[in-house]
């Protein structure tokens, strides 16, 4: 069975740096499309970044565009997503998600296409 269980969370300062890494186990994450969505509080959940399976494309959101950077460890089944110069506005519930299709690839930010999901990890940005 698919899992995705993300950790890396915490409290951070305004212009501090968190790395969130997300661990797959049930299938080979190298072979699916990996994203990050958040979720703040009273919001919908947004997309942050996505990693394709085979181009290795990479898409940002715009509000995270410099700052934050997605990869993966093949060697380790886990993706991560290293969060820079964090602003208020980055708080939230953090989501890491794999889309079920082998050979997905990275195409847009959007909920509906994305099949598994992790539990989530907090990441708060406060002074």
């Known amino acids: 069975q698919a899992e995705l269980v993300e950790s890396g969370g915490g409290l951070v300062q305004p212009g501090g740096s968190l790395r969130l890494s997300c661990e797959a186990s049930g299938f080979s994450s190298s072979e699916h499309s990996i994203a990050w969505f958040r979720q703040a509080p009273g919001k919908e959940r947004e997309g942050v970044s996505c990693?394709?399976?085979?181009?290795?494309?990479?898409i940002y959101a715009d509000s995270v565009k410099g700052r934050f950077t997605i990869s993966r460890d093949n060697t380790k089944n886990t993706v991560y997503l290293q969060m820079d110069n964090l602003k208020s506005e980055d708080t939230g519930v953090y989501y890491c998600?794999?889309?079920?299709?082998?050979?997905?690839?990275?195409?847009?930010?959007?909920?509906?296409?994305?099949?598994?999901w992790g539990q989530g990890t907090q990441v708060t940005v406060s002074p």
């Open positions: 998600t794999a889309d079920a299709l082998i050979g997905s690839e990275c195409t847009v930010l959007h909920v509906a296409l994305y099949d598994y």
């Open positions: 990693n394709g399976s085979r181009d290795g494309r990479t």
